[in-house]
């Protein structure tokens, strides 16, 4: 009989890996900064020479920071809009995911689930704290 509550708590943790909602926003923040170190080329709030800027990144479709001139063809021509789901895929496997873009070659994957959704919980409620605007 336990048996079958060790499959139901499995379950339900399970589930629970794919709730956004459960990511640490503040955990996120080093991910961004430190441990993934995205902000070596992104900024939350302004556009750098290096990447597009990250800040309202959900429900923007991919490819499309006017600011940014540097897009591959493969990102404008991707169809992509950003949601947790597809920015969860992308930076899973940036080369997998939109093959060709031009953050392939630059970035590693995040393989680490419990860091990709944490940085994905801050990016849905960025701040520009640790923006390296220059
Ligand atoms: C070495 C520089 C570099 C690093 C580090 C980097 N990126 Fe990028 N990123 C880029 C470039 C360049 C592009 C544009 C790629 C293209 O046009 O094909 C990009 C594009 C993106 C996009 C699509 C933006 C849009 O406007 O459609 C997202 C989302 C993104 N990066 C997230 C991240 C995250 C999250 C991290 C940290 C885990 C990260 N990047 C780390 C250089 C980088």
Redesign the pocket.
Known sequence: MWFRGIAVVCMLIGSNATSWADGDREAGRDV?AYS???I???AIGCTRD???K?GG?IG?R????PD?D???D??KSSDVV?TEET?DA??ADPAAFIPG???AS??GK?EDETQRRN?IAF?KEPDNSVDLCF
Do not use: E, K
Not at 62 to 65: E, F, I, L, Q, S
């Open positions: 961004f993934a170190a995205c070596a080329c992104h290096q990447a597009p990250l990144i923007r991919a490819g499309t920071d940014y540097a897009y591959s493969a990102m950003w920015l992308y930076i873009n031009g953050m630059a970035t995040l940085l990016l």
